[in-house]
């Protein structure tokens, strides 16, 4: 008997956010996963396996990229719950990928995503550019090249989506504003230092906060981890009049 393999999007928040479509795949399931990764989820997991009524396990990133998962769908059905929408993140791209040369059936189930959800924030999603992932710096690793990506987004205008490291429980706002000042004085740049900024946190969640200022005002403010920087590029008046919302 051929398996099937589930990719589940657990979205931005909870429990509350995976669709019916999605619990139904679950029940259905012999075994069920979850990394969480990729992503901040504030769901409770417990809530979660009452609802679907199966056991689930959290897999490290290298028992998702060891392909052991991939062999067991071959004869069982198996769900992957994955936070935000499955596919936002390359890895499972690549997962995806494997599961198709090795024949064997997949079913994406789509959910919320922060690529969608910024545009609460006022700013329409056809004007943002190419996305930004900021790391920690490491001792003997301090990549740039989000950095690059912010000033060649700003120079045709467009709008930079920075989403911050999940590692170590999720960088503050606090840290990456620093981080991306240090490289401004670095390189002799003014993008961010001299602009408003976006900050949107807990998006989906009961608790959430968009703000919408200068550097200064913007590190008073306690955010959520789960949180993500936006570098506004050029403004319609639609988005001066939206944004003069969250100021």
Known sequence: MNGMLYLIGL??????????KAVNAMKKCDEVYCELYTGIWHGDLKKLEQIVEKKIKILERKEVEDNSLLKKAKKR???????????SATTH???LTEAKKMKIDVEIINSSSIFTAVAESGLQL???????????????????????????????????????????GGMSVKDALKILLDIEEKRKIN?????????????????????YGNIEDIE???????????IPGKLNFKEEEALQLWK
Request: aromatic share 8%; charged share 25%; with cysteine.
């Open 93 to 95: 791209i690549e997962f």
């Open 126 to 168: 056809y004007k943002f550019g190419r996305t930004a992932s900021l790391p920690y710096p490491e001792e003997n690793y301090k990549p740039e090249s989000f950095y690059d990506i912010i000033e060649e987004n700003h120079k045709q205008g467009l709008h930079t989506l920075i989403l911050l490291d999940t590692a170590k």
């Open 191 to 211: 993008i961010i230092s001299k602009a408003k900024i976006v900050v949107c946190s807990a998006l989906g969640g009961s608790n959430k906060k968009i703000k």
């Open 77 to 87: 059905n198996v769900a992957l719950l994955i936070p935000g929408d499955p596919l």
């Open 220 to 230: 008073k403010i306690k955010f959520d981890k789960a949180s993500v920087i936006i």
């Open 11 to 20: 979205g931005l928040n909870d429990e509350e956010d995976l669709s019916l």
